[in-house]
C-alpha cells in the first residue's frame, strides 16, 4: 500500500526568494527517486512562506531511502535555516487500511 505525505515548511516570508532555488533542486532531484510516485511542491495562498509538499511513495522504505538521499540532506539542511518555525508531517494511509484491520 502506498504512503501518502503532507509536508509543511514555515519560511521567512522575506528569504523565500533565497529557498526557491533550493526547493526547485529538491523537487527535480526528488521526482527522478525510485519509489517517488508524486512529488509536487505548493505555497499557501493565504499565508506568504507557508510551503506545503504533497507526496506519494511506493511504500515507507522508499520515503526513508529519500530522507537519507543526498539532495534531501544538503538541501533540507539550508531550507531549514530560514523557517519560522519547525516544519509539520503527517504520514497517510488510505482509509481502506482501517477497514483490513
Known amino acids: 500500500m502506498t504512503l ?3 509536508a509543511e ?3 521567512q516570508p522575506d528569504k523565500i526568494k533565497i529557498v526557491l532555488p533550493l526547493y526547485q533542486e529538491l523537487v527535480e532531484k526528488t521526482k ?3 519509489g517517488c510516485l508524486a512529488y ?3 505555497h499557501d495562498i493565504k499565508q506568504k512562506g507557508h510551503f ?3 507526496e506519494e511513495w511506493v511504500d515507507r522504505a522508499a ?4 530522507i537519507q538521499s543526498e539532495h534531501f540532506q544538503r538541501l533540507v ?3 531549514d535555516q530560514y523557517q519560522v518555525h519547525a516544519g ?5 494511509h488510505g482509509f481502506e487500511k482501517l477497514l483490513q484491520e
Open 4 to 6: 501518502k505525505l503532507i
Open 9 to 11: 515548511d514555515f519560511i
Open 32 to 34: 527522478a527517486e525510485a
Open 40 to 42: 509536487d511542491l505548493y
Open 52 to 54: 506545503v509538499f504533497i
Open 63 to 66: 520515503l526513508d531511502q529519500h
Open 77 to 79: 539542511a539550508k531550507i
Open 88 to 92: 509539520r508531517f503527517t504520514h497517510l
